[in-house]
């Protein structure tokens, strides 16, 4: 009888110490999933590229002539100057003569930041950052002479931005140059 007892004696002890690693072991894995943070959620803004044209108006001149960066990322700006005889009657109707400039209207610029390209648009050399504004373009646009029977002068300002960084956007964008961060249309 002493043989069974030192055998099943054996045996709970084995069994016990098993069951003690597998608790243990429970226990620890219990504790590490239960001692991991909760997950960080990741939001990612989508980049918005947009711009808006900040004018004064008054007594038939144009003046202050910027723009505003509107998007929520750093970007080129640039603008096109289009003057148009517009026919007072229909807004949709432009006599096929443009206006000449220095004879039909007087434009004052203010070319600090600004540099001319040789596709027609004026550009802000440096990135404007969201919600800021660029320096002022035009400072002033004043009719000269009369303008023809049942039209007046228009002299619309068209802007548009292009996101700043990869710098090879704006380049293949617009086909001008970075260099640093000074656009050289």
Known sequence: MNIFKKAN??????????LLLALVGIGTAFSLISAQTDPIANIFEQ??????????FENNVKSDVFVKNTGNTNAYIRV??????????????????????????????????????EDGYWYYTEPVYPDDVTSVLVEKIIPLGEAPEGYSLSVDILASAVQSMPVKVVESEWGITVKGTTLEP
């Open 9 to 18: 004696t054996k045996w709970i002890v084995i069994s016990v110490a098993v």
């Open 47 to 56: 980049g918005v590229v947009s711009c808006e044209i900040q004018e004064t």
């Open 80 to 117: 096109a100057i289009v003057p148009s005889w517009k026919s007072e009657s229909n807004s949709f109707e432009i006599l096929s003569t443009a206006p000449q400039r220095d004879v039909d209207y007087e434009i004052v610029f203010n070319e600090s930041t600004w540099a001319w390209g």
